[in-house]
């Protein structure tokens, strides 16, 4: 499969790593938008938020149990911002599900 994300976690693509075990890995974003902007991904390929089910959703719920060990571990202690991007209106670029962790700075009231 030609999928960017997939090769970043193959390693055959360069990534700045911030985190990885068995089933996660979460590097820096090549386009910050924010101080801390660090991209958290499943090392299996689903394309997008509206792909996950019951069946593959464990991987998504530790995705979400490492988190705040993330986000501690670069400092975030004034709080942080997790956003998915799931298809085109969202503007979804890269289609393996992401999960954005943005802070490091007050971050804008709208996110629209
Ligand atoms: P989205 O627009 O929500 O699909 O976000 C995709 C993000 O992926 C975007 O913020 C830029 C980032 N990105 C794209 N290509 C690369 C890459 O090769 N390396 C890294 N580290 N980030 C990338």
Known sequence: MDCLFC???KGEIPSNKVYEDELIYAFRDINPQAPIHVLI????????????????????????????AI????????GYRIVT???????QSVHHLHFH????????????
Do not use: W
């Open 7 to 9: 090769k970043i976690i």
């Open 41 to 68: 991904i499943p090392k299996t390929h689903i394309a997008s938020a509206d792909e996950v089910n019951s069946e593959n959703s464990a991987v998504i719920a530790h995705l979400f149990a490492k988190i705040p």
């Open 71 to 78: 986000a501690k571990e670069q400092g975030l202690t004034g």
């Open 85 to 91: 991007n799931c298809g085109d209106d969202a503007c």
């Open 101 to 112: 962790l943005l802070g490091g700075r007050k971050l804008s009231e709208t996110m629209s």
